[in-house]
C-alpha cells in the first residue's frame, strides 16, 4: 500500500483516474490509488515507514494544482481529482528511472536480490532497459569506489554499489527500531548510507534486521540469501526466544523443504507489526548446531560415559527407575520441572503425567525463578495472574513507569514500540539501580531516573504512594466504584504514615526526596500511566510485595482498564506465561485453579479417569531440600538447566548428585546434564507444533518447519513415559491436546489450532463471554470483582552487606543472548558477548586496585567466581552487575537461595558480595572445567 | 534629527566595511586623535550599504553628516592634517576640504532616491543602543501590536501587501493566519538568516546594522501567531552578526522586550540564536528546520506545511529576515502605508542587492515597479570594468541569466515570473562581456551538484549528469531533458529551479554553447 495506514476515523471520496474512492481522511493519495487497485510506481515509500518522498517515481497531477506532487507524501482531500497517467508523468518517471540506471547499471543476473528488488521490478513496469544519461567517464560516483563492502555483520551484508540511497534503511532503523545507528552522509550525488563508525558490526547497531527488511534492492541483504538464493514458500510461526511473542514468517528454500533461508517478522503479528530482533530474526541457527543430540542416552551413573539406545529402551529404563523410586521412597518422591520454551501443549501434557502418572503435584516450572511473584500479586490483588493490557496499549500511555527492566535489551521489539511513543511525547520515569540504555538513548531521555539501592524497591513504592496519598492525587471514583472500600481504607492509613515518606524513603533508597515526589506526581498526574516491570521486581525477598505495590498503585490513581495503562510484567521466556496458565504448580491446577478444590480436582478426575492427589507438591527449591535429604530421588526436567540458571548452584548440584534418576530432555548436553541419567533430545522450535502465550496472554502458533530430528515430537515422548508408566495416553496431534485444554480450562475453552490457524493469535480469557480474546483486562470490574488494595511493609533483605560483603551484586541480561544462552552461544550471535563481565563503578574499582578487563574474584557467603572488570559507570558506587549467560562464569555459584515469601522465588537480584583482583579460576569452576575435560 | 553631538565620528563596524579596511580606519582614527589631543566620540555604526563607499566615515557636524567615502589610514591622517575637528563646518568648505568627501550623507543621490522603510535606521545608528534605537522609532510598533488583537495585526500584515522576502514571495498575512489558527500551545516563530545566495547581504546588512529591528518583529510576529518562542537561524559564516545578535538578545532580555510580560504586557517571548550548519540547503525552510531539531539538514516533503508541522512537529511561522524586519513597516497606519508602495501584487519595498561586476555595488531598497534597467543605471551605473554590459544574473544562484535586451522587465514577481525568472531574495550580479554562458550554466549544474540534499532523485544524479554532459558532450537535447526531469521531479526548488539558470544561459546565449564557443 505504500504507506501506512492513516488512524482516522472520516472519510472522504476523491476521483483518482476516473475511479471514485472512498477512504480514510489522513490517507496518502497513493495508499488510497492502490486500495482501489490502481498501481503506481514507487521505489521510497513501503507501508512500514511514514511517507519520504525521494525517489519521485510516484509522481501524480491533480486537478487544480500546479506541478507534479508525490502520490505517497500528499495526503487525500474531499473531491481530490487524481490521475496517475499521463505522457508527462511517463516521461518524468522514466527520466528518473533512467537517472537511478545511470548510477546503478542493472546487472541483475548476477545480483543476489534478483527477482527481490524493486528497482528491477520499477525498471521493469516502466519500461526502462538502459538510460540515455550514462556517461562512461563518469558512471559511477566517485565515492564508491573506496567504499568496500561492509561484511562484519555476521547475517548480513551492506554493498554500497548496489544502494540507490532511498533511506528506507535510515527510516527503519530511526523509526521502526529506534536505534538511530544509520544516517546518509555527504550531500548531493556524494550521499551514502553511514552508520558512523567503520563498519556494521562496531557501530552502534544491534542488528535487529529491519534494515535489511527494508532495503529494495541488494544493497542490505542477508547473508544466507546470498548463499542460497531467494526463498519461495513461507511458514509462519512464533519466535521461541522471548516474551513478546513475535510472529516470524520462516522462508524456505526452495529445492529443500526443511531449509531455511530467513526469518522475517510478519507484518500481521499483533505483538510485533512486522519487526523482530537480532535473536529471533537471525539466531536460529542452533536448530541445525553440531553439539544438538538428536538420539537418546542412558547411564547408570553420573559419572560413567553415555551410551547411545533407542527411543523404547531410554523411555523403558526411565520408567523402571521412577517405578522403584516409587515403590521404595513413597509416591512423592519424584516429580518434573516444566519449561517456560516449551508449547502449551507439551507442558500440559508434562503436568498432566505428574498427575495422571505419578500421582502426585510435584511439578513446578522454571517460572519459578523469575516471574511467581508476578501470577501471586496479580492474583491477589486482582484476581488474575496475568498482565493488564495487549503490547498496543503503549502508544496510548503519558507516563510509563519502567521498574527494574531493560527491555532494550530483554525484550527489544516491544522496547521498540515503548520507544516510538517516548519519541511521540510520552515520559518516561526508569526506577532501576542501573543506568539502562533508556535513560538516555537517542530522541529520548527520562524524566526521572530513580536508581535505587538494589532490595529497596518496596520502600520507594511505598514512598510513591505515599506522596499520592498524602497530596491527595488519588483517583477517588475509581477507587470508590471499583475497589474493596476496607481495604483501600486501611491501606491509606496505613501508607500515609510518616516512614513511608520520601524522605524516610531517601535514608533507605539512596534516591532524592525530591525526585521520588516529582515520580509520584507525574505518575499520577497523568491520562494514562501505565506500569512496565521485570525481574528485577520479582527476583526478590519481596518480590510479591512489591508486584501488590505496584498494583496498588495503579488502583490508587485509577490507571487499570482501559488503554494506555495497566500494569505489566515483561515476561522473561518466550512461553513464561503458558506454563503457569497450563498448571506448572504444585498447588495450582490449569488456569489457576487451587488443586486443594474438590470441585476442581473433580473436573480433571472425570476426564483423565483417575483419582487426584489433594495435597500440594513440591516446589523446585523443596525438591531440592527433599533431594538432600534422601526424600526425593527421580526428576524428569524438560528444557531448563536448573544447575546454571537456578541460585545457589552449589546447593543444586548437591541435590542433583543425590538422586537416583534425573531425567534431562533438552536439544544440548546442558550443566544440568552432567547429573543426569537419561538423556531425551528435545525438539527446536523450527519442529515443534502448539502454541506459545507471551507476555499479553497472546496465544500464537508454533508451526513446525521440519520434521523433529529427533523422530520424536516432546510430548510424545512424555506420553510414552506415562504410558510405560501405566498411565496410557492417547494423543494424536497436538490440537487434540489443545482440545482438551480448552475442555478443562474455562479461560480458554473457545481457543483451538484451527481457530489460531484461521484467525491468527488470541490473547485469553478466549471463552464464550468473549470469543475474540481479551486484549485489555478487568475494563468493568477485576476478575475477582473489587480490587483488593493490600497492605505492603518494606522489609529490609536478610541479605545484608557488611564489612565483609560490602557491595550489592545485581544480575540481567544483555540483546544478544538469551537466558543461559544455550542457544544464542551456539549461533553467530557469540560474537556480541565472548563472555559475561562484572560492571563496577571506577571509585570501588580504583580503591581495590582493579582496572578495566582486569581479572577479578567475586565471592559472597555462598561461593566465588571469576570474571573480568568493565568500569562503568551506569551502575551507581557500591553496585555491581553482571549477567549470567555462560555457564563458566558461575554467576549463581555466588548468588544466595534467599527467596521471596510468598512463592520462593529466588532472590537473584540482591546478593552481598566482595571483589578482589585474582589472578586464577575461582575452585568451582576449576573443577567444573577439570569435569567437562574429562567427559569430552 | 541630530541624534548625535559634534564631533562624533561614524566608523561601520559592519562586516563588508571591516572587510574593506574599516577597524584600520578606526584604529588610525583613535590614535590619531589621541597624539593631536581632539576629543572625539566613534560610533562603529552599520553599514549604509553603499558596498562601494565602504569604508565610509562620517563626521557629525551641526548641519548634519559629512561623508567621506573609501577611507584608508592615510586618507584618514590626510582628513585630519586639513584640521577639520579644529573648525566649524560647513557645506561650502567641507567639500573642498578632501577629495573623498561626498557631502552631507543625506543628500547623496544613491541614497537619496532609494526608498528605505525596512533598511530606516541601518547604518545610522549604534546597533546596539536600544535608546538610539527608540529614538528613531524602534519599539513604537510592538508597544502598538501589544494593545492590538492578535487578529487586527494579522490582518494589516495581509492589508500591506508583505509577501516572503526569502525567495518564494509568499503572502506573509495567510502564512500567519495559518499559524494562529493552529490551535497548539507550544508554537514556534523561526527566522530564517541562513541568507545563502551568491550576491546578497541584505539579511547580514540589518542583522549587524539593526538588530533590534529583527527581535522587535520576531515578538511581533509571536503575539500575533500565539507563539512564545523565537529562533534565529544564521548562516555559520556571519561571526560578527552573531556576536551582535547575541548582545543584542541580551540587552533585549535585561530590557524586558523579551522574556516574561514583555514590556508589561502579559506576553511571553524569547529569541534563540542558533548557528547554522554551513549548507546552502540549510536555506531552505523544512531543511533548515531539521537542522535546528539537531538532524541532517535534509529537505522534508510538504504537506504537512512548517506553519501547521513545523519545528519539534509543531505550528512554527518561518521567515526570512528581511520578510521579518519589513513587519513594523508593513505595520503602519494598518498596511495602508505599505501597500500604497509597489504595483499589482509586489507591493511595498523590497533591498535590491547589486554586485559582480559592477561600479557602484550596494544595497538599494526601492519599491516594486521601476524596471531592472532603471535600477542598474541609476545605481549601479554601469560595469566595473567599463566594458559592456552582457548578462544579469537576478534572484541568487537559481535565477536567470538574462541579457541586456530583458532589463526593461519591471520589478514585479509575477512580471519576473512571466519571463522564466524570479526576483528572489533581490540578488542581482552583474557580468560583462567577458562572461562565457556555457561555463555559467555548468557553474549552476555545479552549484547543484555541490549543495544538493541529496534526497530526491532527479537532483541528487540530474545535477551531476548535467554537469557531466555540459563538460563532456554539450548534448543540449539531453541537457533539456535533464532540466525536465529535475522541474517537474525534485521536491524542493534547488533541483526544480536550477534549471532556470541552465535553460536561461542556453535560450538567450545559445551562441555561447555552440560547438567552438566551448571553454573547458
Ligand atoms: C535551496 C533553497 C535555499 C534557500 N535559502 C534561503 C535562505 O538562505 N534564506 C531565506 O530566507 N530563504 C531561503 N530559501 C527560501 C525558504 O525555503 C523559505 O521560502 C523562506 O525561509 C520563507 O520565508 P519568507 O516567506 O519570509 O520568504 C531557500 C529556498 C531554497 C529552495
Ligand atoms: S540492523 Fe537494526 S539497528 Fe542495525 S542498522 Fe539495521 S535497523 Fe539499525
Ligand atoms: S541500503 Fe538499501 S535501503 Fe538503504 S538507502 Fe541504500 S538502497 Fe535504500
Ligand atoms: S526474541 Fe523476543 S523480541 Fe526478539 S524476535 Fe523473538 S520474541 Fe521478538
Ligand atoms: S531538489 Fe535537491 S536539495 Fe531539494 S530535496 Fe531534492 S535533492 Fe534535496
Ligand atoms: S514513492 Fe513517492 S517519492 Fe518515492
Known sequence: MGTPPSTSSEHVSLSIDGKTITTKKGSSIMRAAMSAGISIPKLCATDSLDAFGSCRLCLVEINGQKGTPASCTTPVTANMVVSTQSDHLTKIRKGVMELYISEHPLECVSCPAKSDCELEDMADLLGVKESRFINEETQRPDHYADQKKDESNPYFTFNADMCIVCSRCVRACDEIQGTFALTISNRGIESGVSNASINFFESDCVSCGACVQACPTAALVEKSVIKLGIPQKTVQTTCAYCGVGCTLDAQLSDSNETQIIRMLPAKSGAANHGHACVKGRFAWGYAHHKDRILKPMIRKHIDDAWDTVGWDE??????????????????????????????????????????????????????????????????????????????????????????????????????????????????????????????????????????????????????????????????????????????????????????????????????????????????????????????????????STMVMALANLAMATGNIGRAGVGVNPLRGQNNVQGSCDMGSFPHELPGYRDVTDDAIRASFEHD?????????????????DAACAGQFSGLYIQGEDIAQSDPNTQHIEAALSAMQCVIVQDLFLNETARFAHVFLPGTSFLEKDGTFTNAERRLG?????????????????????????????????????????????????????????????????????????????????????????????????????????????????ILSQYNVGAQTRRTENIQWMAEDVLEIHESDALPRGIRDGDWVEVSSRKGSTSLHAKLSDRVNPGVIYTTFHHPESGTNVITTELSDWATSCPEYKVTAVEVVPANHLSPWQLKRQLKSRTLD | MNLYETYTVFIPGDSAAVALGANLVAEALLQEANKRCIDIRLIRNGSRGMIWAEPLLEIQTSAGRLAFACTNPEILVELLDTGIFERELDMSVAERIHPSCLGFTEDIPWLKNQNRQTFSRCGIINPLCLDDYQTLGGLSSLKNALEQQPNDIIDAIAASGLRGRGGAAFPAGIKWKTVAECSSPCKYIVCNADEGDSGTYADRLIMEGDPFLLIESMAIAGYATGANKGYIYLRSEYPLARQILDQAIRIAQQKNLLGDSILGSEFNFDIQLFVGAGAYICGEETSLLQSLEGKRGEVRSKPPLPAQEGLFGQPTLIHNVISLCSVPAALVSSGQHYAALGINRSLGTLPFQLSGNIKYAGLVELAFGHSLRYLLDQFGQGTLSGKPLRAVQIGGPLGAYLPDRMLDTNLDYEEFIAIGAGIGHGGIVVFDDTVNLQVQARYAFQFCVEESCGKCTPCRIGAKRGLDNLSTSNDLVLVEALCEVMESGSLCAMGGMTPIPVRSAIHYFPEDFTPTELVS
Not at chain 1, 365 to 394: E, I
Not at chain 1, 778 to 800: A, D, S
Request: proline letters at 5%.
Open chain 1, 701 to 813: 502458533r508454533v508451526r513446525p518447519i521440519m520434521p523433529p530430528q529427533t523422530g520424536k515430537q516432546e510430548w510424545q515422548v512424555t506420553q510414552a513415559f506415562a504410558t510405560a508408566l501405566g498411565y496410557p495416553m492417547h494423543y494424536e496431534s497436538s490440537a487434540q491436546i489443545m482440545e482438551e485444554i480448552a475442555r478443562l480450562t474455562p479461560t480458554f475453552s473457545r481457543v483451538s489450532h484451527s481457530n489460531l490457524d484461521n484467525h491468527g493469535s488470541v490473547q485469553w480469557p478466549c471463552n464464550n463471554n468473549s470469543p475474540q480474546g481479551t486484549q485489555i483486562m478487568h475494563e468493568q470490574t477485576f476478575t475477582r470483582g473489587l480490587g483488593q488494595f493490600v497492605i505492603t511493609e518494606y522489609q529490609p533483605t536478610q541479605e545484608k552487606t557488611t564489612r565483609k560483603f560490602p557491595l550489592i551484586l545485581t544480575t540481567g541480561r
Open chain 1, 608 to 624: 483423565w479417569l483417575i483419582k487426584m492427589e489433594k495435597q500440594p507438591g513440591y516446589r523446585i527449591p523443596n525438591m531440592m
Open chain 1, 314 to 543: 531410554a523411555i523403558d529404563y526411565a520408567a523402571q527407575q521412577f517405578s522403584s523410586i516409587q515403590i521404595n521412597q513413597g509416591h512423592q518422591a519424584v516429580g518434573a520441572i516444566t519449561s517456560s520454551r516449551c508449547t502449551n501443549e507439551e507442558i500440559w501434557v508434562m503436568q498432566k503425567f505428574v498427575r495422571a502418572a505419578l500421582h502426585n503435584n510435584n511439578v513446578d516450572t522454571c517460572a519459578r525463578v523469575c516471574h511467581s511473584p508476578t501470577g501471586y500479586g496479580l492474583k491477589q490483588t486482582f484476581g488474575t495472574s496475568a498482565g493488564t493490557q495487549n503490547f498496543d496499549s503503549v502508544s496510548h500511555a503519558d507516563v510509563i513507569l519502567l521498574i527494574g527492566a531493560n527491555p532494550t535489551d530483554a525484550h527489544p521489539v516491544f522496547a521498540s514500540q515503548m520507544k516510538r511513543r517516548l519519541r511521540a511525547g510520552a515520559q518516561l520515569i526508569v526506577i532501576d539501580p542501573r543506568k539502562i540504555d533508556l535513560v538516555r538513548t537517542p530522541h529520548i531521555s527520562a524524566t526521572y531516573h530513580l536508581g535505587l539501592k538494589p532490595g529497596t524497591n518496596v520502600a520507594i513504592m511505598n514512598a510513591l504512594a505515599h506522596v499520592i496519598v498524602n497530596e491527595n492525587l488519588l483517583d477517588t471514583s475509581f477507587i470508590q466504584k471499583r475497589c474493596d472500600s476496607q481495604a483501600f481504607m486501611k491501606w491509606q492509613e496505613f501508607i500515609a504514615n510518616p516512614n513511608h515518606s520520601p524522605e524516610f524513603a531517601e535514608n533507605i533508597t539512596s534516591v532524592n526526596a525530591e525526585n521520588i515526589r516529582g515520580a509520584a506526581r507525574l505518575y499520577a498526574a497523568a491520562e494514562n500511566s501505565a506500569i512496565y516491570y521485570g525481574l528485577g521486581v520479582t527476583e526478590h525477598s519481596q518480590g
